[in-house]
């Protein structure tokens, strides 16, 4: 295996920068998702699921990130909004060009201390509003969700993101291209890019089928870092939504759905820092026997807690 691409979200669900080389540290790759939307009438953060339009614009850094820098210091950005504007962040004009945008009123933040807790707290979500996130079918049942690990459960049923952080779940993203060949061969008219699913690092992999799906527990050693696969990723509607040079295309979450349980790709937590460059050789430590089984008990108890946990949410 080698990485064959590798990408850096400088804003929670803008476009992201395609980098030839990136810096891991604990907190992830260094200057990923250092700055988010929050939605100033509900007083928490939001993202493109609930508005799709962030995924038309882009973000850089006008100062480089450094490692150990965030969040005691979050280097300015500039937002490239459709039109060719570009605003930094420095400027008080981005909040309303931003909710301009996206119809609602909405202010760019920067990455916060862990102990901040309110700046991280989410609304409680009801069975509506999941079923809008995941682009659901009427009738569809809400995705089964036991793969993550269970004090992340806990955490996302009241923050918006693991304090601390702007990543939906875990600080890393991988994704193969054995994965994204198999959707295609499932599905020969639909275009599986691979930015429509806003991977941190798109291995490239030989083996057939969605490989990295047998990955959680293991380790990724990769380049000079190191990192734990956490669990698999589920996947909301946003890889259907139009997004920056990409049409929307419902067919791309029907294929995922139908063929994967709306799985994709894996989530991985940093072991060991060190820089990782294009074309670098990666290497799976497989997990041992006991902590896949272990995994897949873990699995079936939060399953059942899950099923209780949706039958007393609110219908919205």
């Not at 089928?209 to 509607?237: K, N, Y």
Request: aromatic fraction near 6%; include cysteine; proline fraction near 9%.
């Amino acid at each position: 295996m080698i990485a064959r691409e590798l990408w850096r979200y400088p804003v929670k669900s803008l476009a992201g920068e395609r980098l030839e080389v990136v810096e891991l540290e604990r907190r992830g790759i260094v200057g990923d998702r250092l700055w988010a939307v929050r939605d100033d009438e509900q007083r928490t953060l939001t993202s493109a699921k609930k508005l799709p339009a962030l995924l038309g614009l882009g973000a850089r850094f006008l100062e480089p990130p450094r490692r150990g820098q965030a969040p005691r210091v979050v280097p300015p950005v500039a937002i490239a909004f459709p039109n060719g504007d570009e605003i930094p962040s420095t400027d008080p004009s981005v909040h309303r060009r931003l909710s301009e945008l996206v119809g609602r009123a909405v202010s760019l933040v920067p990455l916060r201390p862990r102990h901040q807790l309110a700046h991280y707290r989410a609304l409680q979500a009801d069975k509506a509003e999941l079923r809008q996130i995941f682009g659901l079918e009427p009738g569809e049942p809400l995705p089964d969700l036991s793969m993550l690990p269970v004090g992340l459960l806990a955490l996302l049923s009241a923050f918006a993101t693991p304090p601390g952080s702007y990543f939906d779940v875990c600080p890393l993203h991988v994704l193969t291209t054995s994965s994204l060949a198999a959707l295609g061969a499932l599905a020969p008219g639909v275009s599986f890019d691979p930015r429509r699913f806003r991977p941190n690092v798109l291995l490239e992999t030989a083996e057939p089928g969605f490989v990295e799906h047998a990955w959680v527990t293991g380790t990724l050693r990769l380049g000079s870092a190191r990192a734990r696969i956490e669990c698999v990723t589920p996947r909301c509607s946003m890889p259907a939504r139009r997004q920056a040079e990409l049409d929307a295309d419902p067919r791309v979450m029907q294929v995922i759905a139908r063929e994967t349980e709306r799985r994709l790709g894996v989530y991985a937590s940093i072991t060991g820092e060190g820089q990782v460059r294009v074309g670098d050789s990666a290497r799976l430590e497989r997990q041992r026997p006991w902590s896949r089984a272990a995994n897949r008990l873990g699995q079936r108890a939060k399953r059942q807690l899950l099923r209780v946990v949706e039958r007393v949410l609110p219908e919205g």
